[in-house]
């Protein structure tokens, strides 16, 4: 098993039982933690991780495919969750729904020295807004309920 591949299981590991303090002991400390709309620091990574986990409490992963070279190695995976919690996003907040939702994820992680120097997780945020039931008002940051109902930055149709 390459170091890649051992760091990218143990942090899904840490992310799955909820033990995230220590992710940052994972990375180099000039790596980086990127995804659509977000780029961070491995200081700040237990946040966002726990943002995941608080929407979707129930989350799993279930790997679909890797490829490995030299330079790091490349994961697909199908996440499936339950939103029970709310989920920040870059564009704003959407309220718990209770849909049990899945989406694809390929996460590309780069390692040298024994530590992860980039992680990039590559998803498509309007599969999973689309899986919710979110409706997003045009290509503008101007957001619109998808009842008439208020339900703030997102809406959630019913």
Do not use: N
């Amino acid at each position: 098993m390459s170091t890649a591949e051992r760091l990218a299981r143990q942090q899904y590991a840490m992310v799955l039982r909820r033990d995230v303090v220590r992710l940052p002991d994972l990375y180099a400390p000039d790596a980086h933690y990127a995804m659509p709309g977000v780029t961070l620091r491995p200081i700040e990574l237990p946040a966002l991780m726990r943002t995941w986990t608080g929407a979707f409490p129930d989350l799993s992963v279930e790997p679909v495919g890797r490829v490995e070279t030299a330079a790091g190695l490349a994961l697909e995976q199908r996440l499936t969750g339950t939103h029970t919690g709310v989920l920040h996003t870059p564009l704003g907040t959407v309220a718990p729904t209770g849909r049990t939702v899945s989406w694809d994820v390929v996460d590309v992680v780069r390692a040298r020295r024994g530590r992860i120097v980039a992680w990039r997780s590559y998803f498509d945020w309007g599969q999973l807004y689309l899986a919710l039931g979110v409706r997003l008002a045009g290509l503008s940051r101007e957001l619109r309920p998808a009842v008439d109902r208020p339900a703030g930055p997102l809406a959630v149709a019913a």
